[in-house]
């Protein structure tokens, strides 16, 4: 099947924080296609990150979307505060909520694109009931919490898997990963029918610079058999 070129989505987590503006105004130079922003609590995952105000100020300083991964317990409680700050799209995890799809309807009442997102452990089949009401799905390739981790291999099959249930279902909605993204696990997981991929330290942790490392793991995301 022919799929549109697979999106990039830097995730500032391994920026410097100091130099926020120019770090995102490189990776849009440099073709990125959203900026992925992590938001943590200290309690859903065991690291606190960033909150509402970061997101306000960014949102002047580029043109792309503000991806805002919710990585907290309770999302509710701040989805106004993050969409009114200039989040969009607004992805939830699935684990810990019980109420998902009023989770997602609220996103969705607020007029942003909504995203869920599951961990390792989480199986693919979880998705299934929620698929429909959905813009994106994202696939976690490490535990939640940290940058510069390890990419999961056991997550492959997980992706083709959720890959399947897309094509059936929803063929519109997005296939992202999230965790361990680099030029070496970047053809594996488009081979496995991932559409957007988030990636921290390969991005801004390059020695190179952001221009040079975006370069390069867009040319090894376009090396996947296609
Ligand atoms: C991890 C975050 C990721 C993280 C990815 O909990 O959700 O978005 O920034 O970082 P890398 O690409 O370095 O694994
Ligand atoms: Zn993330």
Do not use: Y
Not at 175 to 188: Q, R
Not at 189 to 217: Q, R
């Amino acid at each position: 099947m022919t799929r549109e070129a697979v999106k990039l989505a830097p995730s500032i987590l391994s920026a410097d924080f100091a130099r926020l503006g120019e770090e995102i105004a490189a990776a849009e130079q440099a073709g990125a296609d959203r900026i992925h922003v992590d938001v943590m609590d200290g309690h859903f995952v065991p690291n606190l990150t960033m909150g509402p105000p970061i997101v306000r100020s960014l949102r002047p300083v580029t043109r792309l979307p503000l991806e805002t991964h919710l990585m907290i317990t309770n999302p509710d409680k701040f989805l106004d505060d993050f969409a009114d700050a200039g989040s969009d799209p607004l992805l939830v995890h699935l684990e810990g909520n019980d109420n998902l799809h009023r989770t997602v309807q609220h996103i969705k009442a607020l007029g942003k694109r909504a995203g869920v997102v599951i961990n390792p452990a989480t199986p693919a089949g979880a998705l299934e009931e929620i698929l429909q009401d959905v813009d994106q799905v994202l696939i976690m390739t490490v535990n939640p919490g940290f940058g510069h981790q390890h990419f999961l291999h056991t997550t492959l099959p997980k992706i083709s898997m959720v890959r399947q249930m897309i094509d059936r279902l929803k063929p519109e909605c997005e296939l992202e990963v999230d965790g361990g993204i680099n030029p070496k696990t970047a053809p594996l997981v488009v081979e496995a029918g991932a559409t957007v991929l988030v990636a921290g330290s390969a991005i801004f942790g390059h020695d190179e610079g952001v221009a040079a490392a975006t370069k390069l793991l867009r040319a090894a995301a376009s090396r996947s058999a296609n």
